[in-house]
Structures are given as structure tokens and as C-alpha cells.
């Protein structure tokens, strides 16, 4: 980065303002700049997801819609990688940003610390999109393609694997942003992706007719662009962040918190993929109705689920930043204002849809019997939705304080959990075990995050204490001056 970019007024103007949510504002000003966009970007990227079938559907080729459905698991598992580098090294510049109110040498940390995460992220890609090129048809047989599916699906993650350096950098690039409090930034480049996306969609699938293997060109070229998008505000707008390879370390102090916190996030989508995997294939022995009720109410809960996650995540930054500093009160309010918001969000919208359940769940299907599974699924999905958010504020919480052991604890806990409790709901209760499984896991999830904060809670109070103490140093030292 240039001096010049760095002393101009704009930059300047940025920094401060996205500072300013994070270490001053008013708790509710500073929740909205942050969650409120990070909900609305991930409810533009479900309305993609739909419209992005919706072109594949188009072509009227079920193998095409099939060749998708096989490929999202490895585009979970993309999305990962990029999320080990990008939460672990987003969460660690958020804490030293905070810690460099009262110590501004840590700030030159977050060089090495952005460097280390964006090309981290790429070599991780290459490797894991070479691997998977060369062991291309094992993989594809390995997601379950059947003969007729096989050649679309083979297509469709050849060049969605050949993409994962960028695809895998696009998100890591994501949460660097956001560890600035740039919230706004991130919402519009996610915006700008989608509607990319869906241009792309329509050149290489309805108009050069490239069927799968367009949609994930398409995939990969907006991605491109968030990428180009991501690093461009950085280097024009962040006063600390650096892309430059030469910050590129490899040093422990650097390795440790970013993979102590980012591992968490490969082991819960790894998970979230076999657990998927899972329920799909018990709940198919009940018949179609079945699988379609499920579909159905997951679609309905992903509202609510979205938005209680766009405050889970959003908040994280402010976590990590007051921890960083010591701002043992400032951490608290955002805490109990992250709860209050969840469970108003869950308690509005619950309540809504399950005095209307029949009425909203009809929109989606005229079948008696899909209707009858599909009630009951979507109540047991909602009750939930109700401790899985306090549990996402937990582990957003291990994850600012740089509780590595805590944070893993509770991204693998619901898939250990979940597998053997679906297992035996199936043996003992049917088809009501299958859908209630997940809320009881859930909730057994919740049950062991607030025992591991029970167990971890004097840790983090004593990180705290020790960023309260230099702050105080600091003031005193600057009084005596």
C-alpha cells in the first residue's frame, strides 16, 4: 500500500467510521451496521441458489438438477477451506485491532496475519482443487452419481474444482473485510456477485447452452470478481491489512490462533455434509413425501435461520475487537443485546409461522400427506432454531475470545451427536425420530456450550482482565505525560 493511500481523507474517513461500530458506538447502531447486512447477504445467496436451479431446470434434464444436487457437497467443503483461513485470520486481526488501542505496535501484526490467511487460502486451493481433478471419477462415484447423472456431474465439479483457489480466496477475502467492521462492503459485494452470476447464468446456460458446467463457470467468474473487489477496498480503504506476499509468514504465533479457530469451521461442514448424507438417505425409506416435506420446511425455517445467523456471525468482529481490548462491559452488551435479538427473531417469527402452519406450508405443496410429515417437520425445525442460536453465540464467542479447543468442541459436537441420536430415533420412533432428531441434538449442543463456557469462563476473563490492565497502563501512563 502507498503512503499516499494511507494519509488520504477518504481512507481515513473508512477506517474511522468502521472503527467507530466497533469500538464506540451505541451497542444497537453497531449490531444493525453489522448483522443487518450480513443477514440480507445470505438471504440474496439462498434467492440465487433457487434462481441458479431455476436456469439449470430450465433445460427440463434431471440429470442436469441431479448433477448439482451431488456437486454441493464439495462446494461445502470449498467453501471451508477458504473459511479455515478467513474466520480463524478475521477473528485474530479483530482482536489485535482492539488490542492496538492500547498497545498500536500489535497493529503491525495484521500484515502478516492477512497475508498469511488470503494466500494460505489459494495454495490450500490448489492443492485441493488438483487432487480433486486427478482423482475426478472416484470422487464423482463417491457423491453418489448414478450412470445416468454422472457425465453432468463430472462436468460440473470439474470446473467447480478447478475454481477453488479462487472460490476458496473469495471467502477467506470476505471475512478480512468484515474483521474491519465493513459490513456494508461485504453486503455489496455479495449483492454485485449474485446479479454477476445470474448474467453469467444467462449467457453459458440459456444462451451458449452449456448446461452444469456453465452455472459453475458462471460460479467461478463472479467469485473472480468479488475477489477483485475485496482486494481493491483493502488496499484503498484498510489501514492495516496487507495482500502483499511478501507479509507472508509461516511464524506460530501467526499459525496457531488462525488454525486454532478456522479448523472448527472445516470440521463443522465436514459434518454438516455427512449428517446431510444421513438423514437423506434414512428419511428416503419413508417414500418421496418424505424427502419433499423436508425439503420443503427447511426452505420455509432458512428465513428465520438466516436472519438469526446474520446476527450470530455479524456480531462476531465486535466480540473479537472488544476482547482485544479489554472492554470487558462492552463485550457483555453486545452479548446480551446478540440474545435479546435471537430470541425476538425466533420468538416473532415461530410463533407466526406456527399458528399459520398449515396455511404457509400449503404455498409450497397441495399433497394431504406431504402437508401432514411437513407441519411436523417444520415445527420440530423451529423449535430448534430456538437453542441453535444462543449456541451460535457461544461459539462466536469461544471463537473472539481465541478459545480454539471450545470453538472445536462445538463445531463437531452437533455432528458426533447428531448421527448416533438420528440412528436410534429412526430404530426406536420411526419417522418421527428421523425429524425430531435434529432438535434434540440441538439442544444437547446448546447444553454442552454453556458447560464448556462454565469451564472456560475464567479464561476468558483473565484475557480480558489482561487487556483491561494495559489499557489502564496506558491511561495512566499518558496522564503522567
Known amino acids: ?9 477518504a481512507k481515513a474517513d473508512t477506517v474511522g467510521t468502521n472503527r467507530w461500530y466497533l469500538s464506540t458506538a451505541p451497542i444497537v447502531r453497531a449490531l444493525a451496521h453489522l448483522c443487518v447486512p450480513m443477514a440480507a447477504a445470505m438471504i440474496v445467496g439462498a434467492v440465487y441458489n433457487l ?3 431455476g436456469f439449470v431446470g430450465s433445460l427440463h434434464d434431471t440429470a442436469l438438477l441431479a448433477a448439482i444436487t451431488f456437486g454441493t457437497p464439495v462446494l461445502g467443503l470449498v467453501m471451508a477451506v477458504g473459511g479455515v483461513f478467513g474466520v480463524g485470520g478475521g477473528t485474530l486481526i479483530s482482536r489485535l485491532l482492539g488490542a492496538a488501542e492500547h498497545e498500536p505496535a500489535r497493529a503491525g501484526e495484521i500484515k502478516h496475519v492477512s497475508s498469511f490467511a488470503v494466500w494460505g487460502s489459494v495454495i490450500a486451493g490448489v492443492v485441493f482443487g488438483g487432487v480433486g481433478l486427478l482423482l475426478l471419477d472416484p470422487l464423482v462415484s463417491a457423491l453418489g452419481a448414478d450412470a445416468a447423472a454422472v457425465p453432468a456431474t463430472s462436468a460440473y465439479v470439474a470446473v467447480m474444482l478447478a475454481f477453488v483457489p479462487v472460490l476458496a480466496a473469495a471467502f477467506c477475502l470476505e471475512q478480512l473485510v468484515r474483521a474491519e467492521g465493513a ?6 459485494g455479495i449483492i454485485a456477485s449474485a446479479v454477476a452470476n445470474v448474467v453469467f447464468d444467462v449467457l453459458f446456460i440459456l444462451v451458449l447452452h452449456w448446461g452444469v458446467a456453465g452455472a459453475a463457470l458462471s460460479m467461478g467468474l463472479a467469485n473472480l ?3 477483485a473487489y475485496f482486494a481493491v477496498w483493502l488496499w484503498r480503504h484498510s489501514e492495516h491489512v496487507s495482500l502483499a506476499p511478501r507479509w507472508f509468514t509461516l511464524s506460530p504465533a501467526v499459525l496457531k490462533p488462525v488454525f486454532g479457530v478456522g479448523v472448527g469451521e ?4 465436514a459434518f454438516l455434509i455427512v449428517t446431510t448424507l444421513v438423514l437423506n438417505n434414512l428419511a428416503a425409506a419413508y417414500g418421496d413425501g418424505a424427502l419433499a416435506a423436508m425439503g420443503v420446511a427447511v426452505r420455509i425455517a432458512q428465513v428465520p435461520e438466516f436472519l438469526v445467523m446474520g446476527v450470530t456471525i455479524g456480531v462476531l468482529p465486535l466480540l473479537a475487537y472488544s476482547y482485544g481490548k479489554g472492554d470487558r462491559r462492552r463485550l457483555t452488551s453486545a452479548l446480551r443485546a446478540s440474545a435479546i435479538t435471537v430470541g425476538g427473531i425466533v420468538l416473532i417469527f415461530s410463533t407466526t409461522v406456527f399458528v399459520f402452519r398449515e396455511q404457509v406450508f400449503s404455498v409450497f405443496s397441495a399433497d394431504r400427506s406431504v402437508l401432514a410429515i411437513g407441519v411436523t417437520v417444520l415445527t420440530a425445525q423451529l423449535v430448534a432454531m430456538i437453542v441453535n442460536g444462543f449456541a451460535g453465540l457461544i461459539t462466536s464467542l469461544f471463537q473472539a475470545a481465541g478459545r480454539s479447543v471450545a470453538a ?3 463445531s463437531v459436537a452437533h455432528g458426533v451427536l447428531f448421527i448416533p441420536v438420528v440412528l436410534l430415533g429412526d430404530l426406536w420412533f420411526g419417522l418421527a425420530g428421523i425429524i425430531w432428531a435434529l432438535t434434540v441434538t440441538e439442544g444437547v449442543v446448546f447444553l454442552v456450550g454453556v458447560v464448556t463456557w462454565l469451564a472456560s ?24 505525560a
Open 183 to 188: 459490513a456494508r462492503q461485504v453486503m455489496i
Open 51 to 53: 434462481v441458479n436451479a
Open 1 to 9: 500500500m502507498s503512503t499516499a493511500n494511507l494519509e488520504s481523507p
Open 266 to 269: 472445516l470440521f463443522q461442514a
Open 225 to 227: 470478481g468479488i475477489v
Open 457 to 480: 469462563r475464567r479464561a476468558i476473563d483473565r484475557g480480558l482482565a489482561e487487556g483491561s490492565l494495559e489499557r489502564a497502563e496506558e491511561v495512566l501512563a499518558q496522564a503522567a
Open 408 to 410: 472445536i468442541v462445538m
